[in-house]
T-cell receptor
Framework: EAQVTQNPRYLITVTGKKLTVTCSQN?????MSWYRQDPGLGLRQIYY???????DKGDVPEGYKVSRKEKRNFPLILESPSPNQTSLYFC?????????????FGAGSRLTVL | GQQLNQSPQSMFIQEGEDVSMNCTSS?????WLWYKQDPGEGPVLLIA?????ELTSNGRLTAQFGITRKDSFLNISASIPSDVGIYFC?????????FGTGTRLQVFP
């Protein structure tokens, strides 16, 4: 089944404890992206990647890192999480980075930082 | 970053009623997309619009690409309980896809 898989789905952590949210897609998509969803703010882009070894900042990149060493994987790294990073995170992918291309989303990762 | 104005923010309706929501932007877009997010899931594409004035249906859902290219509308006819969720519009001009703030829909039997 074609899908985007995120792990973990739920995580509670404490301020400053580094964590990684993994994202993997099995559709051979070139484009991958991370979003955070907060009440009243919709989906805001954190980072995106047009292809392997190519990553760029989205609208809210502060406090996050990403890497794209392989086409299928695009992990989101929080080096020193803070409470304002408590949010619902989505990974998404598409064939290319064209805005007209349809994104396939993962099921989401709900992160709570205490 | 830029965001789209989506309204209403939330809707509480009775099963069988029709629903309308819209999205407006200060910028011109070449593509409008409508996604639905079921509770506990990621957004899934409902309808894609690629041409100004385009009217497209998907079952009980109908969406339109505004003539000015700065707005889009989504209508749901004869709502059912499984229509519950958050509906997002998204627009793009070049490679940038921008999402609306979402409309939360609740349907009561």
């Amino acid at each position: 089944e074609a899908q985007v898989t995120q792990n973990p789905r739920y995580l509670i952590t404490v301020t400053g404890k580094k964590l990684t949210v993994t994202c993997s897609q099995n559709m051979n998509h070139e484009y991958m992206s991370w979003y955070r969803q907060d009440p009243g703010l919709g989906l805001r882009q954190i980072y995106y990647s047009m292809n392997v070894e190519v990553t760029d900042k989205g609208d809210v990149p502060e406090g996050y890192k990403v890497s794209r060493k392989e086409k299928r994987n695009f992990p989101l790294i929080l080096e020193s999480p803070s409470p304002n990073q408590t949010s619902l995170y989505f990974c998404a992918s598409s064939f290319s980075g064209s805005g007209a291309n349809v994104l396939t989303f993962g099921a989401g990762s709900r992160l709570t930082v205490l | 970053g830029q965001q789209l104005n989506q309204s209403p923010q939330s809707m509480f309706i009775q099963e069988g009623e029709d629903v309308s929501m819209n999205c407006t932007s200060s910028s011109i877009f070449n593509t409008w997309l409508w996604y639905k997010q079921d509770p506990g899931e990621g957004p899934v594409l409902l309808i894609a619009l690629y041409k100004a004035g385009e009217l497209t249906s998907n079952g009980r859902l109908t969406a339109q690409f505004g003539i000015t290219r700065k707005d889009s509308f989504l209508n749901i006819s004869a709502s059912i309980p499984s229509d519950v969720g958050i509906y997002f519009c998204a627009g793009s001009h070049t490679d940038k896809l921008i999402f609306g703030t979402g409309t939360r829909l609740q349907v009561f039997p």
